[in-house]
């Protein structure tokens, strides 16, 4: 079975610094999907960038970027220039290529970003 | 406005009593989803439907049914059997097709079982 880690429960970053949040997971799959979702106070999840996994290339969506490591398993989310909106709940989360969708979500990191 | 909704947002319940949380969507999406969510953990999925009349259980479907008469529309229902009911649940919709993998979710519902 699959699994997601995310081995930091909360995080803090002053504001326009740069903050990298950890993800690792494990499967004996060659194709899946990986995705980083955010949940601000408000509970809505939010999609904030995703990663194919026979795609080389580190996605990026604005100040948002991963670091995918397929060898390590390991996907990490870097952002820069952290703005106070950034604060809130961010998933890592694992789908297996022609699974019906089904979503394995980390535990999450709660992140603060201080004025 | 396309988008997925959730109602009530709040949701208190007496034991022993069933109740049923609405998912609807107006994207067409052809999947719809139920996830739990509780403090401290991610979400874990209960059921999804990839097509009308038609469903498959997640990792915590017990104490839990569902429906999918219509493709807009997959209610949830916690029945008396689910042993701690009290969470926040969460409805997600997708696209079935290629590499169209996003899931969208709708705003959410706090159940509480007094």
């Known amino acids: 079975a699959q699994t997601v880690t995310q081995s930091q429960p909360e995080m803090s970053v002053q504001e326009a610094e740069t903050v990298t949040l950890s993800c690792t997971y494990d499967t004996s799959e060659n194709n899946y999907y990986l995705f980083w979702y955010k949940q601000p106070p408000s509970r809505q999840m939010i999609l904030v960038i995703r990663?194919?996994?026979?795609?080389?290339q580190n996605a990026t969506e604005n100040r948002f970027s991963v670091n995918f490591q397929k060898a390590a398993k390991s996907f990490s989310l870097k952002i820069s220039d952290s703005q106070l909106g950034d604060t809130a709940m961010y998933f890592c989360?694992?789908?297996?290529?022609?699974?019906?969708?089904?979503?394995?979500f980390g535990q999450g990191t709660e992140l603060s970003v201080k004025p | 406005d396309g988008g997925i909704t959730q109602s009530p947002k709040y949701l208190f319940r007496k034991e022993g009593q069933n109740v049923t949380l609405s998912c609807e969507q107006n994207?067409?999406?052809?999947?719809m989803y139920w996830y739990r969510q509780d403090p401290g953990q991610g979400l874990r999925l209960i059921y999804y439907?990839?097509?009308?009349?038609?469903?498959q259980k997640g990792d915590i479907a017990e104490g839990y049914s569902v429906s999918r008469e219509k493709k807009e529309s997959f209610p949830l229902t916690v029945t008396s059997a689910q042993k701690n009911p009290t969470a926040f649940y969460l409805c997600a919709s997708s696209i079935v097709a290629g590499l169209q993998v996003v899931q969208y979710f709708g705003p959410g519902t706090r159940l509480t079982v007094l």
């Open positions: 990663q194919e996994a026979y795609k080389q």
């Open positions: 994207l067409n999406h052809d999947a």
């Open positions: 989360a694992f789908m297996k290529h022609r699974q019906g969708g089904k979503l394995i």
């Open positions: 439907s990839q097509i009308v009349n038609d469903f």
